[in-house]
């Protein structure tokens, strides 16, 4: 993991790689509680006798399932020191190039694309970019938005 000791140290860090977390596994565990938590029981998603002969020829995690791994690989991918509290702002553009196979591994490259002070913290924009292991496409490719604060927010 990365660190980066004020948030401030990020602005000079605007168009360069600022982390790359964790592998994440998804597996058919992962992907059938996301089904029950979302209510999308696609059989391309839960039923991997169905899926076998379909499209991928397996089951495939959801493309909001390969989003919202996003935090936990933040997480492993880089820390700023002095920040007490994060918000998500939301996404300017999410793309999904490729499907992740059930069994396969993922990681995220983060890249601050801008970095906008704000009163007790800032606002970062932040490509991530979702890596499957051995696979020449992204499952995923995201503007975050999101705020950082170093003293509790007004």
Known sequence: MKHIARLEDLRGLVGQEIGVS???????????????????????HVDPARAAG????????????TLSLLPLMFESGFAVDDVKMGLNY???????????RVGSRLRGHFKLLEYQPLPGGAQLVVEATIEIEGAAKPACVAETVSRRYTQPPP
């Not at 964790?22 to 391309?44: N, S």
């Not at 991928?56 to 399932?65: C, E, I, N, Q, S």
């Not at 939301?90 to 992740?100: D, I, K, M, S």
């Open 54 to 65: 379909g499209p991928f020829g397996a089951t495939v995690a959801h493309g909001y399932l």
């Open 90 to 100: 939301g996404l300017n553009r999410v793309r999904f190039p490729a499907p992740v």
């Open 22 to 44: 964790d592998w994440v596994l998804v597996d058919q565990e992962r992907i059938d509680a996301f089904a029950h938590a979302t209510g999308d029981h696609q059989w391309i």
